[in-house]
């Protein structure tokens, strides 16, 4: 039973890919909507008698501002102290109790609501923090549920539950149940119907469209972090802003009936009728004419069955086999040091000079020159070299960012330059896992990966909380751990026009000996596949008489 009947991308396709990539764009949304929710706006001490309020209309500039709060050596304001009032005349200084915010860019925020600045600015980091553990661990759990379930019930039940929290969350008023929410945010938001509907489109296109295909999810994933901008940019009431983000998941109603379910999983699952069910309806809408014998296919997936016993392969399978197990370890290095530098960069949007909705919005639309490069020469350069002189390039502009005065723009654009890269790299490894891994263990495989990522974005808004040390700290890891990866990358096997691993055992025999160094020495050895004329094949040719 093969998938080739379907061609690569034909109208059907076309339009399970749209349901399914759709994912990206609440994903990206939810990912990056603190960044506006809880924005941090300058701010400084809130002086007696100066002052009316949070939201004082006093200019910063003012003699009577001047006189109360100490200068930072660059001649901006202290942000977290003031003279102290009890002891006038001399330049002892004592920490702001109450604060007044810069309503420039931000009327209302999580931030100013709490206060979440100065010794407390960690509370802020720890929200964004928390929410990618809710990723993270969305992607340990949800990823094997979606090997058992299936992918398109995991995707519409995180759908539901993402569009109810994502609008519910606006209207907590307390700290810890507001991390609570955004945590289950994380669970069903990012990784839930992200994950799923990935690997939903990667089963169902043709080999030659897989490319294409996975770059547009990273594409409409950014085009979720511009709509965080350009909304925030209209909308000033940070309520009313993030129930309009939550309500982005009623794009997801109609999937229930749309979207249907992976026919490989299917297939795999022993479900033989309503596999072929989906591809007889792929056929009715490509208009091949195609006829398909149903009975013919499920007698065949019963005698399949019976010779072959269930292997139910599971996440220790990629630690087995020691080539497998380097493969495995190398890919997690890949997927924590881009998602590290890539949120590393995302985040410090706010810490960029001018205004935040325009350089978050840059920042959305700079990955887009590298998507349509990489869709045009991934499959002729290859995977492995792309992926690690991108990573070798974003690495360093993080080096060189942290060495340049901040706020200049010399510095915007080098951060810039280094989110181009490091998104492209960011895409490719997605590509590059799938292809990487057995189609028994993908799914666990590529969870695995997004858990290893999502754990790397958890860290990153604690590793820049180190800025309060020294500015250049954060950086200067984000681009350390890009290099080292970078350069190990060069060890992985290149999967470009190679026939994708089905079982373990092809997992473990997959470009033995192929690395970039090999490759430069022209020695190519290369393990043929199990299964030499049709790639596309659901299930290994040995078991078929």
Same mark, same amino acid.
């Given at each position: 039973?093969?998938?080739?009947?379907?061609?690569?991308?034909?109208?059907?396709?076309?339009?399970?890919?749209?349901?399914?990539?759709?994912?990206?764009?609440?994903?990206?949304?939810?990912?990056?909507?603190?960044?506006?929710?809880?924005?941090?706006?300058?701010?400084?001490?809130?002086?007696?008698?100066?002052?009316?309020?949070?939201?004082?209309?006093?200019?910063?500039?003012?003699?009577?501002?001047?006189?109360?709060?100490?200068?930072?050596?660059?001649?901006?304001?202290?942000?977290?102290?003031?003279?102290? &009032?009890?002891?006038?005349?001399?330049?002892?200084?004592?920490?702001?109790?109450?604060?007044?915010?810069?309503?420039?860019?931000?009327?209302?925020?999580?931030?100013?609501?709490?206060?979440?600045?100065?010794?407390?600015?960690?509370?802020?980091?720890?929200?964004?923090? @928390?929410?990618?553990?809710?990723?993270?661990?969305?992607?340990?759990?949800?990823?094997? $549920?979606?090997?058992?379930?299936?992918?398109?019930?995991?995707?519409?039940?995180?759908?539901?539950?993402?569009?109810?929290?994502? @609008?519910?969350?606006?209207?907590?008023?307390?700290?810890?149940?507001?991390?609570?929410?955004?945590? $289950?945010?994380?669970?069903?938001?990012?990784?839930?119907?992200?994950?799923?509907?990935?690997?939903?489109?990667?089963?169902?296109?043709?080999?030659?469209?897989?490319?294409?295909?996975?770059?547009?999810?990273?594409?409409?994933?950014?085009?979720?972090?511009?709509?965080?901008?350009?909304?925030?940019?209209?909308?000033?009431?940070?309520?009313?802003?993030?129930?309009?983000?939550?309500?982005?998941?009623?794009?997801?109603?109609?999937?229930?009936?749309?979207?249907?379910?992976?026919?490989?999983?299917?297939?795999?699952?022993?479900?033989?009728?309503?596999?072929?069910?989906?591809?007889?309806?792929?056929?009715?809408?490509?208009?091949?004419?195609?006829?398909?014998?149903?009975?013919?296919?499920?007698?065949?997936?019963?005698?399949?069955?019976?010779?072959?016993?269930?292997?139910?392969?599971?996440?220790?399978?990629?630690?087995?086999?020691?080539?497998?197990?380097?493969?495995?370890?190398?890919?997690? $290095?890949?997927?924590?040091?881009?998602?590290?530098?890539?949120?590393?960069?995302?985040?410090?949007?706010?810490?960029?000079?001018?205004?935040?909705?325009?350089?978050?919005?840059?920042?959305?639309?700079?990955?887009?020159?590298?998507?349509?490069?990489?869709?045009?020469?991934?499959?002729?350069?290859?995977?492995?070299?792309?992926?690690?002189?991108?990573?070798?390039?974003?690495?360093?502009?993080?080096?060189?960012?942290?060495?340049?005065?901040?706020?200049?723009?010399?510095?915007?654009?080098?951060?810039?330059?280094?989110?181009?890269?490091?998104?492209?790299?960011?895409?490719?490894?997605?590509?590059?896992?799938?292809?990487?891994? &057995?189609?028994?263990?993908?799914?666990?495989?590529?969870?695995?990966?997004?858990?290893?990522?999502?754990?790397?974005?958890?860290?990153?808004?604690?590793?820049?909380?180190?800025?309060?040390?020294?500015?250049?700290?954060?950086?200067?890891?984000?681009?350390?751990?890009? $290099?080292?990866?970078?350069?190990?990358?060069?060890?992985?096997?290149?999967?470009?026009?190679?026939?994708?691993?089905?079982?373990?055992?092809?997992?473990?025999?997959?470009?033995?000996?192929?690395?970039?160094?090999?490759?430069?020495?022209?020695?190519?050895?290369?393990?043929?596949? @199990?299964?030499?004329?049709?790639?596309?094949?659901?299930?290994?040719?040995?078991?078929?008489?």
């Amino acid at each position: 039973f093969s998938l080739s009947f379907l061609g690569e991308f034909g109208k059907y396709q076309f339009l399970q890919f749209f349901l399914q990539v759709l994912s990206g764009l609440t994903a990206g949304m939810h990912m990056l909507s603190l960044v506006t929710v809880a924005a941090v706006p300058e701010h400084r001490c809130f002086i007696e008698h100066v002052d009316n309020s949070s939201l004082s209309m006093t200019p910063w500039n003012s003699s009577a501002i001047l006189a109360a709060i100490p200068l930072k050596p660059n001649g901006e304001l202290d942000s977290c102290h003031m003279f102290d &009032p009890s002891a006038p005349g001399t330049n002892a200084t004592v920490a702001c109790t109450s604060y007044v915010y810069d309503t420039t860019y931000y009327k209302t925020s999580r931030t100013i609501d709490w206060n979440f600045v100065c010794d407390r600015r960690w509370m802020g980091a720890i929200v964004q923090t @928390v929410f990618m553990l809710g990723v993270f661990t969305g992607a340990v759990t949800l990823g094997g $549920l979606a090997d058992k379930v299936g992918r398109k019930t995991v995707f519409c039940w995180s759908a539901l539950i993402q569009l109810i929290i994502g @609008v519910g969350v606006a209207f907590i008023p307390e700290y810890f149940s507001f991390m609570v929410a955004r945590y $289950l945010l994380g669970i069903v938001g990012s990784a839930g119907a992200y994950i799923c509907g990935f690997v939903l489109t990667m089963e169902l296109v043709g080999p030659s469209k897989r490319t294409v295909c996975g770059i547009t999810f990273q594409a409409v994933f950014a085009g979720g972090i511009m709509l965080v901008a350009g909304w925030g940019a209209i909308i000033h009431d940070r309520q009313l802003l993030q129930v309009i983000y939550g309500l982005h998941g009623c794009l997801f109603l109609g999937h229930w009936w749309w979207l249907d379910e992976s026919p490989r999983w299917l297939w795999m699952q022993g479900r033989a009728a309503e596999a072929v069910d989906i591809v007889a309806k792929g056929l009715r809408i490509n208009g091949s004419g195609i006829p398909v014998d149903k009975e013919y296919y499920v007698q065949k997936a019963k005698q399949q069955a019976a010779a072959q016993e269930k292997s139910s392969a599971g996440l220790s399978d990629l630690f087995r086999t020691p080539n497998l197990r380097m493969k495995t370890l190398n890919v997690c $290095l890949c997927w924590f040091a881009n998602s590290l530098v890539y949120y590393g960069l995302s985040l410090s949007s706010g810490k960029l000079h001018g205004n935040p909705y325009l350089i978050l919005f840059i920042m959305g639309l700079v990955e887009f020159p590298s998507y349509i490069t990489i869709v045009f020469v991934l499959d002729r350069l290859g995977r492995r070299s792309i992926t690690s002189t991108l990573m070798l390039g974003g690495g360093l502009c993080c080096i060189v960012a942290a060495f340049i005065a901040q706020g200049s723009s010399t510095s915007t654009a080098v951060v810039m330059a280094g989110k181009l890269l490091i998104a492209g790299s960011f895409a490719v490894i997605y590509n590059y896992s799938a292809e990487l891994f &057995p189609t028994v263990v993908r799914n666990s495989a590529m969870g695995l990966g997004s858990m290893c990522a999502r754990l790397s974005g958890a860290l990153t808004p604690l590793i820049s909380l180190l800025d309060s040390f020294d500015p250049k700290i954060p950086a200067v890891l984000f681009g350390i751990v890009a $290099l080292l990866s970078g350069f190990w990358v060069m060890f992985l096997p290149e999967t470009m026009n190679q026939p994708m691993p089905e079982s373990i055992e092809d997992g473990e025999n997959f470009g033995k000996g192929d690395t970039w160094f090999s490759q430069c020495a022209g020695r190519k050895q290369r393990q043929n596949s @199990v299964y030499p004329d049709d790639p596309e094949q659901m299930v290994p040719l040995k078991n078929i008489e």
